[in-house]
């Protein structure tokens, strides 16, 4: 029987763990400087090197001629621990022996003196499975352990340790293996295996390890035994049942050219196949990472010029949603809807320019909404007055509003302004536009204003019934001046933010930048004194039916 690879090139000192270097470090300088302590923590993920670890460290502190912190592996002691011919190291599961029974058992052999070694080391791996009543049997000896016992405790789930244990060890986080540690490690098993692989291959597996160095060196184990030579990447794929790289690079295709139809296409081709969608959304947060860097010129992949056009900001935030909807996935029932669902999103992009400046537009629309409570009352007195005043009750050229106050929709009827077309010369509003024209002094600046209030009543059909307002337009160098009467001036002023938009618009469209002012025009009427106009607020309060004598 072969022995397997991960336990083939098992680390044999602490040179050789990979991707652990703070905490090797420690060890070495504890055992240079003799301070070594009676019970350790290893957690941390799977395949970490938790255990070899451990095994290397009972080998160091029992080793007769230590080099800097190494175990020199020659010595008798080094050789009776590497052919397991010493009952002075002992490693244990506490799967299954985690009952209290168990751990009293051991307590009883531990006090005894080591038979040939200096140190006697218990390793429990899988410690998190050891129950209440066994920790509290194990509590005792690790408070006042005799001098020549050390215990190493790995586990997985360190939250699953008592306090109690926890205070009286040194705990050693064992971080997660990277891709590149990984990817070593598998480079220096293939020319001992005289096999060679693809770069991409030795790239996917050490991905599909998942930071674990035992995961990585099982799959190459499997991959191995395809039994060639050279292996290509395409072998993998196939070995492993993961996606390939063409599959991933038209997904993403679709994506960036918004091909929804290709999309989902791809997408059932796929799952027709059995494959999972889980694994499917897996390799492609994958794939969006490695064109993560492929954007960023860290990694030469060729994945067909997919990233020339696309910009960074478009893949991270597709890796983003990506992340959010393999969550959700894990939880579902459907995870085959949620999959599609979250790769339109991708299609559905928008640039973060583009949703700051709708955002923008939102907010300013809602301020204007806000304030436009307070005018809306003020407008209705206004109406109220002129009706009053008027002896035929004629209607108020003023903005008309509903009874909730909002701007009355061009689809209603009656007494409601209708929604007449922009080229329309008979349109009232242009009509006053072209009035407002002929009082403007250059062609030049005539044509400017002509199609600033073009472009307002197109673009802006809300402040059509305004248009009316405007006396007279004063267009120079960069600067439009808009001058309105007293009686539509405040509303104007309210609606400001459509008028600078259409500003805007204006400056797109002629490739010059114009700023719009709204100024009160010299020929409106004076303002009414503050006493009639309160005469009028109570008139309007009273419906007319009030009688003013004039006593002396």
Request: with cysteine; glycine share 4%; net charge negative.
């Amino acid at each position: 029987m072969s022995q397997a690879l991960y336990r083939k090139y098992r680390p044999k000192d602490f040179d050789q763990v990979l991707g652990q270097d703070n905490i090797v470090n420690i060890l070495k300088n504890q055992i240079k400087n003799k301070n070594i302590s009676h019970a350790y923590i290893f957690s941390g993920g799977r395949g970490t090197g938790k255990t070899s670890t451990a095994k290397i460290f009972s080998k160091a502190v029992n080793c007769l001629n230590p080099i800097e912190g190494n175990p020199c592996n020659e010595c008798a002691n080094c050789r009776a621990i590497l052919e397991e011919r010493t009952m002075d190291i002992v490693e244990m599961d506490a799967a299954s022996n985690r009952r209290i029974d168990d751990i009293r058992q051991l307590r009883d052999q531990v006090i005894y003196p080591p038979s040939n070694l200096k140190y006697k080391v218990y390793i429990i791996d899988e410690a998190h499975m050891i129950t209440n009543e066994g920790f509290n049997a194990l509590l005792k000896i690790m408070e006042e352990p005799p001098k020549h016992l050390i215990f190493i405790l790995a586990t997985t789930e360190i939250d699953k340790i008592p306090d109690t244990i926890l205070s009286r060890t040194q705990r050693f986080e064992f971080k997660s293996i990277s891709e590149r540690d990984i990817s070593k490690q598998i480079n220096l098993v293939l020319d001992q295996e005289y096999v060679k692989l693809e770069d991409r291959a030795v790239d996917i597996i050490a991905n599909a390890a998942s930071g674990a160095m035992r995961d990585g060196l099982s799959i190459l184990d499997q991959v191995l035994s395809i039994g060639k030579k050279e292996i290509l990447a395409s072998d993998v794929y196939d070995l492993l049942g993961i996606f390939s790289d063409q599959v991933k690079i038209n997904y993403a295709q679709a994506i960036f050219n918004k091909n929804i139809e290709s999309l989902l296409r791809i997408i059932d081709e796929e799952l027709d196949k059995g494959k999972n969608p889980n694994n499917f959304i897996k390799e492609v947060i994958s794939f969006f990472k490695d064109l993560i860097y492929v954007k960023l010129n860290i990694k030469s992949y060729d994945f067909n010029g997919l990233v020339e056009n696309i910009s960074l900001e478009q893949i991270i935030n597709s890796l983003d949603i990506l992340l959010e909807y393999e969550d959700m996935m894990k939880k579902s029932d459907n995870p085959d809807l949620l999959f599609k669902l979250a790769s339109v999103r991708l299609v559905d992009y928008m640039p973060r320019l583009s949703l700051e400046e709708k955002v923008k537009n939102l907010e300013e629309r809602i301020a204007y909404l806000e304030e436009n409570g307070s005018l809306i009352s003020a407008n209705r007195s206004t109406e109220n007055r002129d009706t009053l005043r008027s002896p035929k009750h004629e209607k108020s050229e003023s903005i008309q509003m509903n009874e909730e106050g909002s701007f009355l929709d061009a689809s209603e009827k009656e007494d409601k302004i209708p929604e007449i077309p922009i080229e329309s010369k008979n349109d009232q509003d242009l009509n006053h536009a072209n009035q407002v024209e002929k009082s403007l002094d250059e062609e030049d600046s005539s044509a400017i204003g002509d199609r600033y209030l073009s472009i307002l009543s197109g673009n802006y059909p809300q402040t059509k019934p305004l248009l009316k307002g405007i006396k007279k337009i004063n267009s120079r160098e960069n600067q439009i001046d808009l001058q309105v009467d007293q009686k539509e001036y405040r509303m104007i002023s309210a609606m400001k933010i459509f008028f600078e938009s259409a500003g805007r618009d204006l400056s797109n469209e002629m490739g010059k930048e114009y700023k719009v002012n709204i100024v009160l025009s010299k020929e409106s009427p004076e303002v009414i004194n503050e006493k009639d106009e309160k005469i009028d607020n109570l008139s309007d309060f009273f419906d007319g039916n009030i009688n003013i004598i004039n006593k002396k």
